[in-house]
């Protein structure tokens, strides 16, 4: 049943996915296995194959949708089970930068992954991340940048973290971003795409 449910979220199948959870948790599965063994799973598979150009954007996202529709099934299940988040990720698009798609497909995958995310959107200021990261404690700041013009804010996000006693590890993606760029301005994390972005979490994390 899991294995089936892990093609149906790969293929997008919405409903099949809410059908199958629902079996899933009426055969008595527990919930942590549903998530671990079936969505995630189904995520992770997905994420290999995004990562070789064997499937593109659209089936991420629709794929996401679907991982999306079977966790709010789970959501009852979990908190029944005390399943925990496997931690907190803030994630936004830097001050002056309206680009959210790339950003939006990071936090779907870190979704899928088990993270708890909280987004804090587009054009969000270096004082906004701190304070967010603050209140909310969380484990990952996760900044996205579309623009030659906008990445530069990823330095004076760092340092508003810094200056707000922030200790969680940052990590900067984005089309203009590089390896050596994030190493400059200080992020302890660098990713070409959304999957290796889970990568690269799990890592910092482990
Ligand atoms: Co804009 N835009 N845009 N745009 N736009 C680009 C980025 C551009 C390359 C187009 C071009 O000229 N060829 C160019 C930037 C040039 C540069 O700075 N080098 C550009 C420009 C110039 C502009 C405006 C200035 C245009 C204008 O008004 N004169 C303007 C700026 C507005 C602003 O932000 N203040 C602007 C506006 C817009 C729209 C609003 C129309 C729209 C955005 C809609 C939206 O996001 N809701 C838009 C779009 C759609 C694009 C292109 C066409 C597509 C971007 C996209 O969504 N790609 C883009 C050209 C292009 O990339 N081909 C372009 C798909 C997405 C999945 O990829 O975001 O790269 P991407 O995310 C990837 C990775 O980068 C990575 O993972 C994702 C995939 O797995 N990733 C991360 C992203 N964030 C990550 C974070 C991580 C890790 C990985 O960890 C935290």
Same mark, same amino acid.
């Given at each position: 049943?899991?294995?089936?449910?892990?093609?149906? *979220?790969?293929? &997008?199948?919405?409903?099949? +996915?809410?059908? *199958?959870?629902?079996?899933?948790?009426?055969?008595?599965?527990?919930?942590?296995?549903?998530?671990?063994? $079936?969505?995630?799973? @189904?995520?992770?598979?997905?994420? +290999?194959?995004?990562?070789?150009?064997?499937?593109?954007?659209?089936?991420? *996202?629709?794929?996401?949708?679907?991982?999306?529709? @079977?966790?709010?099934?789970?959501?009852?299940?979990?908190?029944?089970?005390?399943?925990?988040?496997?931690?907190?990720?803030?994630?936004?698009?830097?001050? @002056? =930068? *309206?680009?959210? #798609? $790339?950003?939006?497909?990071?936090?779907?995958?870190?979704?899928?992954? &088990?993270?708890? #995310? %909280?987004?804090?959107?587009? =054009?969000?200021?270096?004082?906004?991340?701190?304070?967010?990261?603050?209140?909310? $404690?969380?484990?990952?700041?996760?900044?996205?940048?579309?623009?030659?013009?906008?990445?530069?804010?990823?330095?004076? %996000?760092?340092?508003?973290?810094?200056?707000? &006693?922030?200790?969680?590890?940052?990590?900067? &993606? $984005?089309?203009?971003?590089?390896?050596?760029?994030?190493?400059? #301005?200080?992020?302890?994390?660098?990713?070409?795409?959304?999957?290796?972005?889970?990568?690269? +979490?799990?890592?910092?994390?482990?």
């Amino acid at each position: 049943m899991l294995h089936k449910m892990q093609d149906a *979220l790969m293929a &997008g199948k919405k409903a099949e +996915v809410e059908a *199958l959870v629902d079996q899933a948790i009426a055969s008595g599965m527990s919930a942590r296995q549903i998530l671990n063994e $079936g969505l995630i799973v @189904g995520m992770e598979r997905l994420g +290999v194959l995004f990562k070789n150009n064997e499937v593109f954007i659209p089936e991420v *996202l629709v794929a996401a949708r679907a991982m999306n529709a @079977g966790l709010t099934k789970l959501e009852p299940q979990l908190i029944k089970e005390k399943v925990e988040p496997k931690g907190l990720v803030l994630i936004g698009t830097v001050k @002056g =930068d *309206l680009h959210d #798609i $790339g950003k939006n497909l990071v936090g779907m995958m870190l979704k899928g992954a &088990g993270y708890k #995310i %909280i987004d804090l959107g587009t =054009d969000v200021s270096p004082e906004r991340f701190a304070a967010a990261a603050k209140e909310h $404690g969380v484990q990952i700041v996760a900044l996205s940048a579309l623009l030659t013009t906008t990445m530069v804010q990823m330095k004076s %996000i760092i340092q508003s973290l810094q200056a707000a &006693g922030v200790k969680a590890p940052v990590i900067v &993606g $984005g089309a203009p971003l590089t390896q050596e760029y994030a190493a400059q #301005i200080g992020a302890q994390g660098y990713a070409s795409d959304a999957a290796s972005a889970v990568d690269i +979490v799990n890592k910092l994390l482990a």
